[in-house]
């Protein structure tokens, strides 16, 4: 198992505008989910009451995170050393043959610039979200990717929601403060 990892605090900002992006077809085809978050204090509380998304996960591969067949992968740790976060994963994952070349071609195309640039002519799910004759479009918005950054989400919490954030994790997550410090910070584990 490779299992990507995330600073939650960016994951909420994100899931902020994510959230906002499906039509209203694609809510009613899913029970309404997911809830329209008419802003940033809405996103915070949904994703903090649903643990379930973001929390139960980060402690269950965790606490497995030893095991031979389990790779956590930071976000932050992709930001600062992508090349050697391939590497990486391709000796996890025993891939023969590794070559230069192919390592290189790896980086490239798992960049948000590269992905950016194909968003929209990459076959299967992207045209799926977007829609096909007689297929509803489940954006409301041809852009799906958006560029986030690791580290900046500081800039967009209140004072007072950052209360709100830490009294909720540190009820969370409590026994696992190295968890706390992998998801913020990336590095070994």
């Known amino acids: 198992y490779v ?8 994951i ?3 899931a902020h505008s994510f959230l906002n992006m499906h039509t209203a077809e694609f809510r009613r085809q899913w029970g309404g989910f997911p809830p329209r978050l008419p802003n940033k204090e809405a ?10 998304f973001v929390f139960m996960p980060a402690v269950a591969w965790w606490q497995v995170r030893h095991e031979p067949n389990v790779l956590l992968v930071n976000f932050v740790d992709l930001k600062t050393d992508h090349r ?22 790896t980086v490239e195309k798992s960049t948000f610039a590269h992905m950016k640039r194909r968003e929209k002519e990459v076959p299967g ?18 852009r799906h990717l958006s560029k986030g950054k690791s580290g900046e989400s500081g800039e967009y919490y209140t004072p007072e929601m950052m209360l709100k954030y830490e009294r909720t994790v540190g009820e969370m997550l409590g026994p696992f403060a190295d968890l706390v410090d992998y998801l913020v910070k990336g590095g070994a584990y």
């Not at 299992?3 to 960016?10: G, I, Q, S, T």
């Not at 949904?46 to 379930?52: I, N, R, T």
């Not at 391939?86 to 070559?99: G, K, N």
């Not at 799926?128 to 297929?135: A, C, I, K, Q, Y």
């Open 125 to 142: 799910i992207y045209s799926d979200l977007h829609g096909r004759p007689g297929r509803p479009k489940f954006f409301t918005t041809e």
């Open 84 to 105: 050697g976060q391939v590497e990486r994963i391709a000796r996890f994952l025993d891939i023969p043959d590794v070559t230069p070349d192919l390592i290189d071609a």
């Open 43 to 52: 996103a915070l509380d949904f994703v903090l009451g649903h643990k379930e």
């Open 12 to 14: 909420i900002q994100s």
């Open 3 to 10: 299992v990507a990892m995330r600073n939650p605090l960016e």
